[in-house]
């Protein structure tokens, strides 16, 4: 039903004018019935309780321009993200279609590059022990293949696995071809140094020596002692099952070292010093010098030996405080022999001996001596057919 009065200004409505003819104002917009009052309050209501019920949540209840912010808010974080699809290849272009998003997760996504890590710099090797290991101190080298270690308080004889390298000490047989040359090589690697024992299966053989693969840091660097020995012709590759771990490197090493024939795998020197003169005569007495130098160290034993004549090595170097001598002489069938050794220093007293053998005699002996010296020479004179002398260098 019309409204009888204007709401503004109370004029009477004449006829079924839309607007007041007093005031202007439009009946239609805002009702003067009861009903649409009641029906502004209601609603007014259902909004006051809405805004209670969002406060008590804690809810921000913003006015319509909050609401048009939050509207451009999630309209800029389509479009970003429509964009970085689009970087990744996921939308089709308008000249054709995209890979489908499974190619997403199949294609790595581009990633910041990472900080460089630190280059590890391996040993020169190229491995290390794989086995159970035993740091120790290595207190003397016997010989290319056996040292003597300190482990906790505990001396222990070692040999290494794997390898076997000349003779150089052996009192009851003839010392071998670079026996002592693969002795010092040895000592070169060890002597003095913090080692590491790698078992492998054995724990020691018959002679109650430990065997092992035996490590060397070298300024921060790990060697295998065994295969350096191999490498530069010092000893040979002897397989000793089960304990052949690094059989393969070993024989690859020998097969390099005597291809280049190095160490053992070269031609062996003579025996006896170089003659610089010669015999007046066939079965007249040799006179025999060399000026190839002769080291005396602790631990290292030279052997020399020879034939009836006089034998002088001129540059022997005493490294040690003492020397152990040690001497085998046979004589002739027909008469008595002597045999006679000297070390003279440059300066200094000698130290030597003499021994007489009798017709078809053997003889063997030994003596200790301190030597305050470092240069000497070394001379042999023998009536006797066959004679051999031994030097070990004792004392520090």
């Known amino acids: 039903m019309p409204a009888q009065t204007c709401a503004r200004c109370h ?57 048009r912010y939050v509207v451009r808010g999630l309209i800029a974080f389509e479009v970003a993200a429509l964009a970085v699809l689009a970087g990744y290849g996921i939308l089709s272009s308008a000249s054709g279609g995209g890979p489908d998003i499974a190619a997403l997760f199949a294609t790595p996504r581009p990633t910041t590059p990472a900080t460089p890590t630190p280059a590890v710099t391996l040993p020169a090797t190229g491995f290390v022990p794989s086995g ?32 076997d390298a000349p003779e150089a000490v052996a009192l009851d047989r003839p010392v071998q071809f670079m026996g002592p040359e693969a002795s010092q090589a040895n000592a070169q690697l060890v002597s003095g140094q913090t080692v590491i024992l790698e078992r492998d299966v054995s724990e020691a053989d018959s002679a109650a020596r430990l065997l092992r693969d035996v490590w060397v840091d070298r300024d921060g660097t790990l060697f295998l002692v065994g295969l350096e020995l191999v490498k530069a012709g010092f ?23 005597k291809a280049a024939g190095l160490g053992i795998w070269g031609t062996p020197p003579s025996a006896a010093p170089e003659a610089t ?21 602790y631990g290292f034993r030279s052997d020399f030996h020879g034939a009836q004549g006089s034998y002088t090595w ?49 003889e063997t002996g030994k003596s200790d001596h301190e030597t305050p010296f470092r240069n000497a020479m070394l001379t042999v004179t023998s009536t006797c057919p066959v004679w051999r002398l031994s030097v070990t260098g004792e004392g520090s």
């Open 132 to 163: 159970p290991t035993t740091e120790a101190t290595v207190e003397r080298v016997i010989d290319g293949d056996t040292i003597v270690v300190d482990a906790g308080g505990a001396r222990l004889y070692v040999h290494y696995l794997g390898i």
């Open 314 to 362: 001129r540059a022997a170097n005493v490294m040690t405080s003492a020397l152990k001598v040690a001497w085998t002489v046979d004589a002739a069938s027909a008469a008595t022999c002597v045999f006679d050794w000297s070390i003279a220093p440059a300066s200094g007293t000698a130290v030597g001996g003499e021994v007489s053998v009798p017709r078809k005699g053997h």
């Open 235 to 257: 000893a040979r590759a002897v397989p000793q099952p089960p304990d052949v771990k690094y059989q393969a490197l070993y024989a690859d090493a020998e097969a390099q070292a």
């Open 11 to 67: 004029a009477p409505r004449t006829g079924a004018f839309r607007y007041c003819r007093e005031c202007g104002y439009d009946f239609d917009a805002d009702s003067m019935d009861a009903a649409g009052a009641a029906a502004r309050a209601k609603s007014k209501a259902k909004a006051e309780a809405a805004a209670r019920e969002a406060k008590k949540r804690g809810v921000a209840v913003g006015d319509g321009k909050r609401r």
């Open 277 to 297: 003169l010669p015999p007046t005569q066939a079965g007249a007495a040799q006179r025999l010098t060399t000026n190839d130098p002769v080291t005396f160290s």
